[in-house]
């Protein structure tokens, strides 16, 4: 069974950056799409960028030009570089493994001041 975790997470003013990491412990990682996921308080889970076993990416609109999505397979883990964060992109984060039936990761929290 895979499993997730995330870290990097933290506080940061307005036009800071920020990267995320999620680490996954099985062995099917570079065969699967991985994902990052956002949700603020009273909001859904939404995705914000994802990454399949081809390296091809997509972004949410709101956070194109600014977060990169990437990942190394060698270590089993994704990333998600932000930049230019905006008080907007507070939520928990969370990555996603579309592999079987999906894995999700515990979340870390983002918060940015304005």
């Known amino acids: 069974q895979e499993q997730l975790v995330e870290s990097g997470g933290g506080l940061v003013q307005a036009g800071g950056s920020l990267t995320l990491s999620c680490a996954a412990s099985?062995?099917?990682?570079?065969?699967?799409?991985m994902g990052w996921y956002r949700q603020a308080p009273g909001k859904q889970r939404d995705l914000v960028a994802q990454?399949?076993?081809?390296?091809?990416?997509d972004y949410a609109d709101s956070v194109k030009g600014r977060f990169t999505i990437s990942r190394d397979n060698a270590k089993n883990t994704m990333y998600l570089q932000m930049n230019s964060l905006k008080p907007e992109d507070t939520a928990v984060y969370y990555c996603?493994?579309?592999w079987g039936a999906g894995y999700w990761g515990q979340g870390t929290q983002v918060t940015i001041s304005s």
């Open positions: 996603k493994s579309w």
């Open positions: 099985g062995s099917f990682f570079r065969l699967t799409t």
């Open positions: 990454i399949g076993a081809d390296d091809a990416t």
